[in-house]
């Protein structure tokens, strides 16, 4: 059972391992413009969810998305799309 | 809002770079003398950072040919493919690359990006799901992109992840699309293509290899690394530039089959663009035969590769993993790599700095793009100077 909760804690965790020079990083920052990363990180940041969760992720979810939380409610969105409830 | 205020972060980070002179991005080449040397400001460098893998822009023939066709033909055909803009000369290339490739079906595009996007962005619609290599070329995003299929990335040069993918993927991977390169364009590295053909033997989905890098470049018959590597027969189509080996511009797809003419009629990039000059298309025809008749020229180029590989191996450098005509150097930090570029110019060297994120793993690293037009002398000089700067990156390298 994903929750957006749980993803959200998740997408945090990965950001501070791959970012670890960042500071704070918090549901709202800007992953772009508070933490520096880069489009390609991006994608590699949803490589590790996929691998995590054992599920297809398609990057086109990052399109709009800014923070870690628009990122959990993105995908959150994806997987009730394609799976019905999750 | 200003209209340009989004690109303000990006207009920061670049300004200092933009305001070098020379500057690393879109760097002013003053005069070009041919294909392996040129001036930038008033120095005078060997070209080694450009795709003129097997030297031909200045090939005598091909510029005959240019010259008629602009004689015969005019500069432009002012038109798209589609209407007035298919010649006999852009069929008769078609032809020619068919028979050069073995395959039923050649398109031929306006440039190399146009290619992907008019094959790959027709063919990944919504309802279709692609597996790419991670590292593959922008332009192939932006297809996928563009086309609006579902992306899913795999680990770089992994087979065993794509396969790990595709099993996610259930009955969907059986008509996914498999994008890889033949060699890629910033660490020179090639793709597994026999472990990733094995893969879609078991679990399905069409293979698409971008060949940019290695058509003219790699097998026996210079088809590229499908050729190399034996299994031509399970790449469904083989995507293609003119911008390198064949040292002109513009594109090209190879089907394995006939059926993806139907795309003359629904890429609307194919379509909604004019098609190449006339002049173009008849240096590509020539540079075509000359790859085709002169197999030393590929002799020449891997020779070159492997002395220059060896020659900054034995310096320190840390290097790509393999000997490759794109020979990249790992130089440290952005602005370490800013200032080994330029002084590499001083000492009449001209390559290519890539900064990240147009890099695999965030490193900076200035890449060679070695000719078969270079002399053994040139590749000398470009040692040489490397050796020179050697100490300026002792604590990085």
Redesign the interface.
């Known amino acids: 059972m994903f929750t957006q909760d749980v993803i959200l804690e998740n997408v945090l965790t990965c950001l501070r391992d791959m970012i670890p020079a960042a500071g704070a990083i918090g549901p709202d920052s800007d992953m772009?413009?508070d933490l520096g990363l880069?489009?390609?990180?991006m994608?590699?940041l949803?490589?590790k969810l996929?691998d995590d969760y054992?599920?297809?992720?398609?990057?086109?979810i990052l399109m709009d998305v800014r923070t870690p939380r628009q990122l959990a409610t993105s995908l959150i969105g994806y997987l009730e799309k394609r799976n019905g409830v999750v | 809002m200003g209209l340009y205020d989004k690109f303000s972060r990006l207009a920061a980070e670049r300004s200092s770079l933009q305001a070098l002179d020379p500057s690393p991005f879109g760097t002013r080449i003053d005069a070009v003398y041919s294909s392996t040397r040129g001036r930038i400001g008033g120095t005078d460098v060997i070209l080694a950072g450009t795709n003129n893998y097997l030297g031909l822009t200045f090939d005598e023939d091909a510029i005959e040919a240019a010259r008629h066709a602009l004689a015969v033909e005019g500069t432009g055909t002012t038109g798209s493919r589609m209407a007035n803009g298919s010649y006999g000369s852009h069929s008769a290339l078609e032809s020619e690359l068919a028979t050069f490739l073995d395959r039923p079906s050649v398109m031929v595009f306006s440039t190399g990006y146009v290619a992907n996007l008019g094959i790959i962005g027709t063919l990944a619609g919504p309802r279709e799901v692609v597996l790419l290599d991670a590292d593959c070329h922008a332009s192939i995003y932006d297809a996928c992109t563009l086309g609006g299929a579902e992306i899913i990335r795999f680990h770089h040069n992994d087979a065993k992840d794509l396969e790990r993918r595709m099993l996610r993927l259930g009955e969907r991977a059986k008509d996914a699309l498999i994008i890889v390169e033949g060699i890629y364009s910033m660490l020179g590295d090639v793709a597994p293509l026999k472990e990733i053909v094995d893969v879609k033997r078991r679990l399905g989905g069409f293979l698409l290899v971008d060949e940019a890098h290695s058509f003219g470049v790699m097998g026996a018959n210079g088809r590229g690394l499908a050729q190399e590597q034996g299994v031509e027969d399970d790449v469904d189509i083989i995507l293609g530039t003119f911008s390198k080996s064949l040292a002109a511009i513009g594109g090209f797809a190879a089907g394995r089959s006939s059926e993806m003419e139907v795309l003359r009629y629904a890429s609307r990039p194919y379509i909604f663009t004019a098609s190449p000059s006339p002049s173009v298309v008849a240096s590509v025809r020539s540079a075509l035969k000359t790859i085709a008749a002169r197999p030393q020229l590929r002799e020449k180029l891997w020779n070159n590769a492997q002395k220059l590989y060896d020659g900054l191996a034995e310096l320190g450098y840390s290097m790509g993993p393999r000997v490759s005509p794109v020979v990249p150097v790992m130089v440290g930090s952005k602005e370490q790599g800013v200032n080994f570029w330029r002084a590499l110019i001083e000492k009449g060297v001209y390559v290519n700095l890539v900064l990240p994120p147009a890099t695999p793993a965030g490193v900076t690293l200035v890449r060679c793009s070695v000719s078969a037009a270079h002399t053994s002398v040139q590749i000398d000089q470009i040692i040489e100077a490397f050796a020179a700067l050697r100490p300026t990156l002792e604590l990085t390298a």
């Open positions: 772009v413009n880069e489009s390609v990180k994608m590699d949803l490589m996929e054992d599920l297809s992720i398609p990057i086109n």
